[in-house]
C-alpha cells in the first residue's frame, strides 16, 4: 500500500535551515506529483510546495525564495529544503501525494523555529 514517511524535523533558530525527506513506497512513484503542506497550531493545513512528476515546481507565496522541493526517482524520495527559516515557519510538515482521486498522507514531521 502508499506509504509516506517524513524525517529531518527539529528545533532550529531563525534563519536556519533544514532538509525534509519522504521516503515514498507503494506506487510507481516517479508519475506522481509531490507535495508538502504544513499546519501550524490554530490554522488550516497549507499547500507550501509542489513538484510534478517531470519537475515542475511551484510553492506558497510564503515561502519563495526560501524553500527548494526537488525529488530523486531513483531513490523514491521528495525532499524540502528550507533556508532562512522565520518562526512563523514552525508547523507540522507532511508530505501528500493523490493517486487514483486519493489523498495520502504522511504522519508528519515537526519543525519549530525559536529562539
Known amino acids: 500500500q502508499v506509504q509516506l514517511v517524513e524525517s529531518g524535523g527539529g528545533l532550529v533558530q531563525p534563519g536556519d535551515s533544514l532538509r525534509l525527506s519522504c521516503a515514498a513506497s507503494?506506487?510507481?512513484?516517479?508519475?506522481?506529483?509531490m507535495d508538502w503542506y504544513r499546519q501550524a497550531p490554530g490554522k488550516q493545513r497549507e499547500m507550501v510546495a509542489r513538484?510534478?512528476?517531470?519537475?515542475?515546481?511551484n510553492y506558497a507565496d510564503s515561502v519563495k525564495g526560501r524553500f527548494t522541493i526537488s525529488r530523486d526517482n531513483a531513490e523514491n524520495t521528495v525532499y524540502l529544503q528550507m533556508n532562512s527559516l522565520k518562526p512563523e515557519d514552525t508547523a507540522v510538515y507532511y508530505c501528500?501525494?493523490?493517486?487514483?482521486?486519493?489523498?495520502?498522507w504522511g504522519q508528519g514531521t515537526q519543525v519549530t523555529v525559536s529562539s
Open positions: 513538484i510534478t512528476s517531470g519537475g515542475i515546481t
Open positions: 507503494g506506487f510507481m512513484f516517479r508519475i506522481y506529483t
Open positions: 501528500h501525494t493523490k493517486r487514483s482521486g486519493l489523498d495520502y
